[in-house]
């Protein structure tokens, strides 16, 4: 009879399509998606692994390095290497990229917007109707006005919009939904933290794919695309944490590099209202498989806990009948709040006003650090993405100067990507050339090296 060790490689060699290390971590995944591993299992050892497989142990090693540092695989000392359990996945990317720590004079860790910045929020509570709530439960989860008021300046024409209570709500309901453990899902290098998180939870594995100022890059996504992919995460417009936005020619190019693959397209516009370019989105060429998810955190509020989401029926309706095992739908109240900011001259002007300072507040810092001489890319939104020798280094020196900012590994599901701190450059108010002085100083600080 076969031992577990020994069918745990046999159930690999069926899928093993090449045998380099990609090839290995992929014959992995796809045992997991058919269920032929399972959280928990134990992989055998390395060189039996290699020795089965007719590969070099080096290979194998790399393999369980890739599978690693997607979440698929924990190794626990001398308990050997284990397919992850799924229960004791939560944010630790988030976490460490956004958890506070001393209380900073600035803190530009954060990614939160200006809360002055933010529209009253006032006169639209007052303006609720209450008394007005569903007259069942079954009701549709949208107020008929708000989505009217949403479809104006929605990117295409999609079947169903819904509301939820935010896009990280919207996107653990569509991960949820959509993604088994194995699956492989495309994400930006860098993204921000939580997707990874939630991917990790859900037990996919993270591939991550290079973003330049035009955002994801078509042809990375191209070469990650020739493994099976079930889903492409990707920011349209003010990617957190780079600031790139879709041009048409780079959406164009994407549509290009995903048209003779089936896998979802799930859009985060976390941006939204604050960003200086219209709706930028896939759904146009790709409308039966885009979901594109709209955040009114940065632009109306993070409290308001409110995110559109719009896509066709096959993908969104799973949705909304699952949200009726749990919280239903999203407070009425909050979407009247929502629905009145958008109509209101005043809260349309404090967001267009809002847009203008933010891109300001960027251009001031990213020329102080020109003149520093750090070149950054163009971009929007209300983050920095800062090249540095050493994050930890960055950091320590910024702290000792009362100056908070979040290290880039959580950002990033590649394997060693370039160091980086992402700096939330829309809340810096003032004095922006003394602060790209120290970002510049921060950057060039070097690594400890040890005693020599
Ligand atoms: C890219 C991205 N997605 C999602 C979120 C979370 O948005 P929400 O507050 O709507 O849940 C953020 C917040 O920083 C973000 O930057």
Redesign the pocket.
């Known amino acids: 009879m076969a031992t577990a060790r020994e069918s745990t490689i046999d159930a690999m060699r069926a899928h093993l399509a090449e045998p380099s290390s990609r090839g290995i971590a992929d014959a992995v995944t796809a045992a997991l998606r058919s269920g032929e591993l399972s959280a928990g299992d134990l992989l055998p050892p390395v060189r039996q692994v290699a020795h089965r497989l007719q590969v070099s142990p080096t290979t194998v090693s790399a393999a369980w390095s890739l599978l690693s540092r997607a979440g698929a695989i924990r190794t626990d000392g001398r308990r050997g290497t284990r397919i992850a359990s799924l229960e004791q996945r939560g944010p630790a990317r988030y976490r460490q990229a956004l958890e506070t720590r001393p209380a900073f004079a600035l803190d530009l860790a954060t990614?939160?917007p200006d809360p002055l910045l933010l529209p009253d929020l006032g006169p639209a509570v007052r303006k609720i109707r209450t008394g007005s709530g569903p007259s069942s439960y079954l009701e549709a989860p949208v107020l008929p006005e708000l989505e009217a008021q949403l479809r104006a300046t929605w990117p295409g024409e999609p079947e169903r919009i819904t509301v939820v209570?935010?896009?990280?709500?919207?996107?653990d309901q569509v991960i949820g939904q959509f993604v088994r453990p194995g699956d492989r899902v495309v994400v930006e290098d860098p993204?921000?933290p939580?997707?990874l998180d939630r991917l990790e939870a859900a037990g996919a594995v993270a591939v991550p794919v290079a973003v330049d100022r035009h955002g994801m890059r078509s042809d990375a996504l191209a070469e990650a695309l020739s493994g099976r992919v079930r889903l492409v995460v990707l920011?349209p417009r003010g990617?957190?944490?780079t600031g790139a936005t879709l041009t048409p020619a780079r959406v164009g190019e994407l549509c290009r590099a995903l048209a003779d693959h089936d896998c979802l397209v799930i859009e985060?516009d976390?941006?939204g209202d604050l960003s200086d370019h219209g709706p930028v989105s896939l759904a146009r060429r790709l409308p039966a498989r885009t979901v594109h998810?709209r955040?009114?955190?940065?632009s109306h509020g993070?409290d308001l806990?409110?995110?559109a989401v719009g896509g066709p029926a096959s993908l969104i309706d799973p949705l909304v009948e699952r949200r009726l095992l749990g919280q239903g739908w999203t407070s009425r109240l909050l979407q009247q709040v929502l629905l009145e900011l958008l109509r209101d001259p005043a809260g349309v002007r404090a967001v267009a006003d809002a847009r203008v300072e933010y891109a300001q507040r960027r251009r001031l810092l990213a020329d102080g650090l020109a003149a520093e001489g750090i070149d950054l890319p163009d971009g929007e939104?209300?983050?920095l993405w800062l090249p540095v020798v050493d994050e930890a280094a960055a950091l320590v020196l910024l702290a000792s100067r009362g100056i908070g900012a979040a290290a880039g590994r959580p950002f990033s599901a590649a394997a060693s990507p370039e160091p980086h701190l992402r700096v939330t450059c829309g809340l810096v108010a003032t004095d922006h050339e003394h602060l790209a002085v120290q970002l510049a100083a921060a950057a060039r600080a070097p690594g400890w090296s040890g005693p020599r």
């Open positions: 990614g939160v209570d935010g896009a990280m709500d919207a996107l993204t921000f939580q997707i920011q990617h957190n944490p985060d976390s941006a998810i955040s009114f955190s940065k993070p806990r409110i995110a939104g209300l983050n």
